[in-house]
């Protein structure tokens, strides 16, 4: 049994057909990864996407496409991605099962490789793209 990497919220899959409608022709959608900074250690990325790289996993979702980087996959297995707009900032934000904390301003957070025996258990699907 596989597992399901990464969900979006409607709200998410707004903004990302959003951000690729306004990026021009070359835009297919965005890009997710993980990478070593701030605080906390690790930080989320999301990149614009104009050329998909094969090994990614592809979610789509009303239109929406999310690629995510292989090297990311084990962090955010079961993570929903959302966007939220708030008095004082407006994002996309990762209610991430993985994640053991954050820094205090919110832009990094130490991330631990998903516990697969555990989302065995919770019975989460397959969304493979590639």
Same mark, same amino acid.
């Given at each position: %049994?596989?597992? +399901? #990497?990464?969900?979006? *919220?409607?709200?998410? $899959? ?7 409608? @306004? =990026? ?17 250690? %690790?930080?989320? +990325? #999301?990149?614009?996407? *104009?050329?998909?790289? $094969? ?7 009303? @239109? =929406? ?38 820094? @205090? ?26």
């Amino acid at each position: %049994m596989g597992f +399901a #990497v990464m969900s979006l *919220t409607d709200a998410a $899959a707004d903004r990302v057909r959003s951000i690729v409608e @306004g =990026a021009g022709a070359d835009a297919k959608g965005i890009r997710v990864s993980i990478k070593k900074g701030g605080c906390a250690g %690790m930080e989320y +990325a #999301v990149d614009l996407v *104009t050329e998909p790289n $094969a090994k990614d996993d592809l979610i789509e979702h009303q @239109g =929406a496409r999310v690629w995510v980087a292989p090297e990311a996959v084990l962090y955010l297995l079961g993570t929903q991605m959302d966007f939220e707009v708030t008095t004082l900032r407006s994002g996309f934000t990762f209610n991430n099962p993985n994640q053991t904390s954050a820094c @205090g301003c919110g832009e990094s957070v130490e991330l631990k490789p998903a516990d697969l025996a555990a989302l065995a258990a919770r019975g989460d699907a397959v969304v493979r793209a590639n």
